[in-house]
């Protein structure tokens, strides 16, 4: 029992690690000179973000539970609620559109609508599936008119990714990723990725468009024709880097705090953006600090993300999110 608890708490502390890099890279978003750390931090977390859902949906998509599916859809609803009286409170502005994201909700609406996909190709070769999603993808950069409207080009373009997860055993991942010699690969794959990118961003910085899933091929410009081989290679990179990440992931860490808190992602990716609006819009923090210490304000990045990513797991709420999440309708 012992062993199957260490492989639980291992996802959470993924989501953990996941969830930083999400609230980081959002704050970072305030800064300029920051597009190196954007490019790698959007090489992965959604990605892997939608993978772990995948993994573990399962159970929800094949016993056809849409009560537990309906609830992404309201969790969706939950955000950009949030979002409106963010954008309220900082612009003055309202503005809501039911089936149109391009903003943080966006993730919430995909997952309710990759658990209903699922739920309908779940008897068919997995094989089969996920090497059409990938080619489908491939092509549809090409289509411009997949755009924020039911977040149709994301959930094309991130939908092998949930497949996958789905598809694949949480235990055989973990236990095939977990061997020495892997771990060590990782290290140096990792390091090896953010060295490419410290020595070479300017030369492939034309791609960071694409690693949002929301823009067509065009937007790269002379170099679209190639667009289908770009984002073949970005899944390639996409499943490597994920696997080298979770194979760093420890099993336990400490006394299971970090695990607590990855357990709250969720939440956290709810409520991130209002207090990033808070502080920046309202606060003007930056501004202030660079007030008393010129030049200083970016060193604000990564203790405002620490302080972000504690409020927003709070347990004060978690009732609100397990109140969405996990519905009393009885299943028959």
């Not at 708490?9 to 953990?16: A, E, G, N, S, T």
């Not at 490019?39 to 977390?45: K, R, T, V």
């Not at 009560?67 to 503005?95: A, E, H, P």
């Not at 004060?316 to 397990?322: R, S």
Request: charge should be positive.
């Amino acid at each position: 029992m012992a062993e199957v608890k260490d492989r639980i708490q291992k996802w959470d502390i993924l989501k953990f690690v996941l969830i930083f890099f999400v609230v980081l890279g959002h704050v970072a978003e305030q800064y300029e000179g920051t597009s190196g750390l954007f490019f790698f931090i959007y090489s992965f977390h959604m990605p892997l973000f939608i993978f772990v859902s995948g993994l573990f949906s399962k159970r929800t998509i094949n016993e056809k539970r849409y009560d537990k599916i309906f609830t992404y859809f309201v969790l969706y609803i939950f955000i950009k609620i949030i979002m409106c009286v963010s954008n309220y409170v900082n612009k003055g502005v309202i503005v809501f559109k039911l089936f149109e994201e391009n903003g943080v909700p966006w993730y919430a609406f995909v997952i309710f609508a990759f658990c209903l996909i699922t739920v309908f190709l779940k008897n068919l070769d997995p094989k089969y599936v996920f090497a059409f999603s990938v080619i489908l993808a491939c092509f549809a950069g090409y289509d411009s008119t997949l755009s924020s409207f039911l977040v149709s080009s994301r959930m094309v373009v991130f939908y092998p990714f949930f497949y996958a997860g789905y598809v694949l055993d949480p235990n055989t991942v973990a236990e095939r990723l977990n061997k020495k010699p892997i771990k060590i690969a990782s290290v140096a794959g990792i390091f090896g990725y953010i060295i490419l990118l410290c020595l070479q961003y300017d030369s492939i910085r034309f791609l960071k468009p694409l690693l949002s899933g929301k823009n067509s091929f065009w937007t790269l410009e002379k170099l679209c024709g190639y667009g289908i081989f770009f984002r073949f290679g970005y899944y390639v990179l996409v499943f490597l880097l994920g696997a080298m990440i979770i194979s760093l992931i420890p099993n336990r860490l400490g006394k299971g705090t970090i695990a607590k808190l990855g357990s709250r992602s969720v939440q956290v990716y709810a409520l991130h953006y209002f207090f990033i609006h808070l502080l920046y819009a309202n606060l003007n923090i930056d501004e202030w600090l660079e007030s008393i210490l010129p030049g200083s304000s970016k060193a604000l990045i990564l203790p405002l993300t620490i302080i972000i990513l504690l409020l927003c797991s709070s347990k004060i709420w978690t009732p609100v999110f397990d109140f969405i999440l996990k519905p009393k309708f009885k299943h028959k």
